[in-house]
């Protein structure tokens, strides 16, 4: 099973649309999760870090559930400047970063 | 300012070559990594420098050489590539290791 595993889609979402992306990780001990974003050819940026609470940005809203190990972020009112692909970072204890695998975001006119 | 800056943006290289990726970070990050990206695959984990030294290899051929210089600067010594080392190849730093990363724009490599 891969430590952190991500639908990759394409989502292909109406301008205006709601879309939500779940990421998935094995590693119970995880201490840290975020959320980047990557357009076509660029580097990832951070786009939220994802907090046992829950959080919000904006538009987007990221939601951690440790009992499940999953993590979700919600884009409200997509905009056609969202459209990359979506990255799930799990930080693990001594370990640093693991990527999951990407979801890519289409945002229609 | 939030900046990793990397050099070159491109490059080409003969599998005999000799040469170096930069990457330079004035944030006082204490960790700096090396990342390496196929196309269409997330970013996979190269090196961690954390204090200036070696503290994560991950499994990477010897033809790939890391060096931080100071605290500022990282780099990557490119020797004998194969044309299958052909990728993105990203910096990040962050103010220590397990807390956010941020990335440099990548160098773009070609082995011929």
């Known amino acids: 099973r891969k430590e952190v595993e991500q639908d990759p889609g394409p989502f292909n979402v109406p301008e205006g649309a709601t879309v939500a992306f779940n990421c998935t990780y094995s590693?119970?001990?995880?201490?840290?999760f975020f959320w980047y974003r990557q357009d076509c050819r660029k580097e990832p940026k951070l786009l939220m870090s994802?907090?046992?609470s829950g959080n919000e940005d904006g538009r987007f809203t990221a939601q951690l559930n440790r009992a499940s190990q999953y993590i979700s972020l919600l884009i409200r009112d997509s905009k056609l400047s969202d459209s990359a692909t979506y990255l799930c970072v799990v930080n693990d204890y001594g370990q640093n970063f693991v990527f999951g695998p990407g979801t890519r975001l289409s945002v229609l006119p | 300012d939030t900046e990793v800056t990397q050099t070159p943006k491109h490059l080409v290289m003969g599998m005999t070559n000799k040469k170096s990726l930069k990457c330079e970070q004035h944030m006082g990050h204490r960790a700096m990594y090396w990342y390496k990206q196929k196309a269409k695959k997330p970013p996979e984990l190269m090196f961690v420098y954390s204090y200036e030294k070696l503290s994560i290899n991950e499994s990477v051929p010897s033809r790939f050489s890391p060096e931080c210089p100071n605290s500022s600067l990282l780099n990557l010594h490119l020797h004998a590539l194969q044309p299958e080392d052909s990728a993105l190849y990203l910096c990040a730093s962050s103010p220590v290791t397990q807390e956010t990363q941020y990335f440099g724009p990548g160098t773009r490599l070609l082995v011929l």
């Open positions: 590693n119970s001990a995880s201490q840290s």
């Open positions: 994802v907090y046992s």
